[in-house]
């Protein structure tokens, strides 16, 4: 089993980052492990909304949204046929801008167990890169939205 956590900060507030984070078929424009995210369930999205992934590294990813209590917090499953991963998102407000504490959990499966060393590593670096991806993602969908992007002045 491998174990992480991450704290970052970003620049707009909770509610736009609990939206954007919670509204996965946007998962592409931040994460460059992931190429799709369709939704299987039905409007709205809620605890229990169901999606289908494909990442590279795990091919298709089937994700349950485990939690969904709105701008305060998510949490996703996410089962692959290489591994089963728990992913809990807690958002308060930091300033002008939002603070997210990921915790996570992946448990591979099967021989993929004997990988956990290099998969290990491999999450460290995603974890450390994830608030400048997550940040342009948002920047990115203000953007196209016709929105200034959120800078704090400081």
């Not at 078929?25 to 709205?44: G, H, Y």
């Not at 990442?55 to 089962?79: D, N």
């Not at 300033?95 to 290099?118: A, E, F, S």
Request: charged share 25%.
């Amino acid at each position: 089993m491998i174990e992480n956590s991450i704290t970052l900060t970003l620049d707009q507030p909770p509610d736009r980052v609990f939206d954007f984070l919670t509204d996965l078929p946007n998962e592409p424009t931040w994460n460059p492990d992931c190429s799709s995210v369709e939704k299987l369930s039905a409007e709205p999205t809620q605890e229990g909304s169901t999606f289908r992934g494909r990442f590279r590294g795990m091919g298709q990813v089937m994700v349950e949204l485990t939690a969904y209590r709105p701008h305060h917090r998510f949490a996703t499953r996410e089962r692959s046929r290489i591994a089963t991963g728990d992913f809990d998102f807690a958002l308060t407000p930091h300033g002008k801008g939002t603070q997210v504490d990921l915790q996570m959990t992946l448990r591979p499966n099967g021989p993929m167990r004997l990988l956990q060393p290099i998969m290990r590593r491999k999450i460290s670096q995603f974890l450390a890169d994830l608030p400048h991806h997550i940040q342009a993602g948002l920047d990115s969908a203000d953007t196209h939205a016709g929105h200034a992007p959120a800078r704090d002045p400081s």
